[in-house]
């Protein structure tokens, strides 16, 4: 058995309080240090000890990775509920899909996210690890639900839903993650006309009156 897989995870309120504040420094240490940024520095941030981090991430990729998890799950997880919610109810196919366009935006486009993000992507190649991470806790972690409610609709007809909901995605969410890759954040008037646009030639392409 390996020393990661047989190691003991300290347990208890305290030792969550100290992991919660080793994620808050990482977080802010690699977005200002990127990958490079070292495991001392984090522990001073977080106000403990190298062996402390050690004790709660036994490698720096893990710690990232948890990094990623975290801010995914403050940026996507209230939208991820909303559209449970949303999916179990009578709104329309259109006002669904609307409100969570507007949550993926919301959580994904920020700054700090979107940092994190161009960093997945310096590291992919060495960590390709951190890139599915972002893919599975990220905005895919919608698709299956997605495509539930998507098939689930008389007024649609969509041959390959693999594609349909990257084309979703391409519409209403990638011009951001695009834009901040050159330092340029989309205004939220300019975001509100992508959404109702991206929607209106989602459901228009695929059939909905």
């Known amino acids: 058995m390996s020393s990661v897989s047989s190691k003991r995870i300290p347990s208890g309120e305290r030792a969550a309080q100290k992991r919660a504040a080793i994620i808050r420094a990482a977080r802010k240490e690699f977005l200002h240090q990127g990958f490079g940024a070292g495991m001392d520095h984090i522990a001073v941030e977080a106000g403990v000890s190298k062996v402390t981090v050690y004790n709660h991430f036994s490698s720096k990729e893990e710690l990232f990775t948890e990094v990623v998890s975290d801010a995914l799950e403050q940026a996507l997880g209230e939208t991820m509920r909303l559209m449970t919610e949303r999916l179990q109810g009578t709104d329309g196919i259109r006002?669904?899909?609307?409100?969570?366009?507007?949550?993926?935006?919301?959580?994904?486009?920020?700054?700090?996210?979107?940092?994190?993000?161009?960093?997945?992507?310096?590291?992919?190649?060495?960590?390709?690890?951190?890139?599915?991470?972002?893919?599975?806790?990220?905005?895919?972690?919608?698709?299956?639900?997605?495509?539930?409610?998507?098939?689930?609709?008389?007024?649609?007809?969509?041959?390959?839903?693999?594609?349909?909901?990257?084309?979703?995605?391409?519409?209403?969410?990638?011009?951001?993650?695009?834009?901040?890759?050159?330092?340029?954040?989309?205004d939220e008037e300019f975001s509100e006309r992508l959404i109702a646009g991206g929607v209106d030639m989602f459901l228009g392409h695929y059939g909905a009156a």
């Open 95 to 186: 006002e669904i899909l609307t409100e969570i366009a507007r949550g993926w935006v919301k959580g994904i486009a920020q700054p700090e996210v979107l940092g994190l993000r161009a960093l997945i992507a310096a590291e992919a190649r060495r960590f390709p690890e951190l890139g599915r991470s972002w893919r599975e806790q990220g905005p895919n972690r919608f698709a299956e639900p997605l495509a539930q409610a998507l098939r689930a609709q008389p007024d649609l007809v969509i041959p390959d839903m693999e594609l349909a909901i990257t084309q979703f995605y391409a519409l209403v969410l990638y011009p951001h993650i695009v834009h901040s890759a050159y330092g340029d954040m989309l």
